[in-house]
């Protein structure tokens, strides 16, 4: 039987299989535990980035809980107390009776994300001191501001109407959620971190992954845009180590959870992925315009991209320095992309057929020859 991508980052992570990128998985910087050993329930836990939250924990010696359905992985973490229930159905009764010093909520689905919050914390109002809830950078309506700040406008029901019988879009979702939790919790008991896309070993939406994987099988490589636009992502390990560290620290607040601290642009990300390989192959640098009417798309075929213009120009560019401030480190860029490559290149060679992100090499090859093309066209 094959292993699928996250099975396989799952087992390594909790112990139970290889680690073939164990080299990459030092820490950003040494981070000594402050105060006492926490009891932390954890809801989720076996996800992508739950098992670096997991062991991070268990390895600064807190007590750890996961609440979880236990369908995904139940085998990991044998050592930690495991209580089953399902969110999606309210089924919470396994988190009666018992206390804890903080709770990081990891697991609250996207359009049902503000109930989630709301029923967890009011069951847990009284039995956890603080409540840490993974939001994402989704929430922000306008990111036209440079620096980008927790502060730039978010969604809300008022700004986003919905139809009738139509979900709540993953902001908008989130941004309620958060909301919900503070109301509960209160600001002084609550914590919101915001991550940005989060990268590494394990991933297995490939959206980071891809450039790693395109730029080693070298060729001609189409680049988007000229290199300048701003980019801000996080090592799932360094945000869950973070998180850990919030709450060794009772941090309450807002924090995003993008990196590094100082915006590399997408020259800088592309060029510093093809320093780690060995592969011959040269990026072709194609104009933000031309790839948009070519339907060449920020995000989708050119995963990680946003051009920093418009209401996207504080996109990778937030200012971090009450993140850094609080404890957020950051790897190099080489370790991750090292240890995704090599996480990659680990599974069967059924999972590596086809990205499920990035633009797919005809596709890349058609959009090359047209800006080839055109740029000829226009030295004449």
């Known amino acids: 039987m094959s292993t699928s991508r996250r099975e396989f980052v799952l087992r390594a992570a909790a112990g139970l299989g290889g680690l073939p990128f164990v080299a990459g998985m030092s820490r950003a910087a040494p981070v000594t535990r402050r105060g006492r050993a926490k009891r932390i329930l954890i809801l989720g836990g076996t996800g992508f980035i739950g098992p670096h939250q997991v062991r ?22 044998p050592e930690v107390e495991k209580l089953r229930g399902d969110r999606a159905a309210g089924e919470l009764d396994a988190l009666r009776g018992k ?7 990891n697991s609250a689905s996207r359009s049902d994300a503000p109930e989630w919050v709301r029923d967890a914390a009011t069951l847990l109002r009284g039995s956890a001191g603080q409540y840490v809830f993974i939001s994402t950078r989704s929430v922000y309506r306008d990111l036209s501001m440079v620096p980008a700040t927790k502060d730039a406008p978010l969604y809300t029901p008022e700004n986003t109407p919905l139809r009738p019988g139509q979900s709540r879009p993953y902001g908008l979702a989130k941004a309620v959620a958060e909301q919900e939790a503070l109301r509960i919790f209160g600001a002084e008991r609550t ?9 590494g070993p394990g991933d297995d939406t490939d959206r980071f992954t891809y450039w790693p994987v395109r730029i080693d099988r070298g060729g001609e490589i189409l680049a988007p845009g000229d290199g300048s636009d701003y980019v801000q992502i996080i090592d799932a390990r360094d945000l869950c180590e973070w998180v850990v560290r919030l709450v060794e620290q009772d941090d309450a607040g807002i924090f995003n959870g993008v990196g590094p601290a100082t915006p590399r642009t997408f020259a800088e990300m592309l060029y510093g992925i093809k320093a780690i390989t060995s592969t011959e192959g040269h990026l072709t640098w194609v104009d933000t315009d031309f790839l948009l009417a070519n339907n060449v798309r920020p995000y989708g075929a050119m995963p990680v991209w946003r051009p920093s213009r418009g209401e996207w120009a504080g996109f990778g560019r937030f200012d971090l320095t009450a993140e850094v401030e609080h404890g957020l480190t950051f790897r190099p860029l080489a370790v991750t992309a090292r240890d995704t490559l090599d996480w990659y290149y680990a599974q069967p060679p059924e999972e590596r057929e086809r990205l499920s992100a990035g633009i797919r090499p005809e596709r890349e090859a058609e959009v090359l020859a047209a800006w080839r093309q055109r740029s000829r066209q226009g030295a004449l």
Do not use: C, K
């Open 99 to 105: 206390t804890w010093d903080a709770v990081i909520d």
């Open 56 to 77: 991070y924990a268990l390895e600064r010696g807190h007590s750890i809980t996961l609440f979880n359905r236990g369908q995904t992985n139940p085998e990991m973490f």
């Open 191 to 199: 914590t919101i971190v915001r991550p940005g896309l989060i990268i």
